[in-house]
């Protein structure tokens, strides 16, 4: 198996892109580096993986993952240290929750040193291309998805990972406005909600359409069954300061994903020696907590989002606009710390740099 002795094939582009691109201005998600790294998985086995230059893909129109979905991916970010090194955050904690997403999903699972050495050959190949101004980062994409061509419903045999990679910037440049979902679902216990699966986006899409019309940028959904239990937003996990204590969602329930970045605020919450709570937190337990002054700040946690201030919640009709971002302590904090451990200027006591 290829993955016992792993080499890989790089193709270099002819020429690079990289001088077309404003590293002053990046949006999120639009701009693709030279390279992507490409690895097959027939016949019960990886096959070799290559980095080629970076290009549109062909598939076969009954390919499976087109029709019933079976696809996961990851998100994680590569930072230029201040001594020139390439840091790629907590890589480890990915490849395992890919593992799990693979399990979930019946796709092969990848060997979490494989995955976290395709990450880093792919990320050294265009390490020009990770942008150094402040909140900017490379962010990695590896995913996985089935390719038979075939009209059926089993697991596939055959599969496809890659990685591709995109210099971003903020993917959310203002403080957010955000609605309290009560009717629509994303996920139930033993569903799917734990995994990074396509299918929990698009599944998300058109209530945060709606949402998006009424001028909310995100949904804070709630649990499936009443309504009452907040779990997460749509594309990071949800952290309350109240009466100084660090609350946020516990995990336990399938439903959620687990945040690597919200897994960061926490240990670092704890290691300053906050009180933290991961527990069940209930939507009335909010908003009696803002209603009573008692709630301090919201923020969301994720690889993309970063820390994103909360600046409003809606419920029930009702706008609460949430304490002003310049009196947040916590978050600022948390968000100079993550930067500052990336960037190599404060220790990495927890170990999440995986230098490259
Ligand atoms: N929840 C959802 C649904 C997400 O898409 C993300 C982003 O990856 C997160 C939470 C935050 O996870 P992480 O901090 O590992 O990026
Ligand atoms: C991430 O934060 O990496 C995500 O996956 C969120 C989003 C871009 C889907």
Known sequence: MVTDNLEIQVKPVAESRINQVDFDNLPFGRVFSDHMLVMDYKDGEWQAPEIVPFEPIKLHPASSVIHYGQSIFEGMKAYR???GDVAVFRAYDNAKRFKESAMRLCM???????????????????KQWIPSSADSALYIRPYLFATDEFIGIKPSDTYKFMIFTCPVGQYYPEPL????????????????????TAGNYAASLYP??????????????????????????????????????????SEEADTILRGITKRSVLDLANDWGYEVEERRVSVEEIITAIKEGRLQEAFGAGTAATIAHIDVIHHQGTDYKLPEIEGREFSKR???????????????KFNWIVRI
Request: charged share 30%; proline share 3%.
């Open 334 to 348: 948390v968000y100079n710390e993550l930067n500052a451990i990336k960037s190599g200027k404060s220790e990495d």
């Open 177 to 196: 406005r955000v609605k309290i979902e009560e009717y629509y679902t994303r996920a139930v216990q033993g569903g799917v909600g734990r995994a990074k």
């Open 81 to 83: 240290m201040e001594n």
């Open 208 to 249: 945060a359409r709606l949402a998006q019309k009424e001028g909310y940028h995100q949904l804070i959904w709630t649990d499936a069954i009443e309504h009452k239990y907040i779990e997460e937003s749509g594309t990071m996990n949800i952290v309350f300061v109240i009466d100084n204590k660090i609350i946020s969602p």
């Open 108 to 126: 092969p699972e990848i060997p979490e040193e494989v995955f976290v050495k395709l990450v880093n050959e792919l990320v050294k190949t265009d």
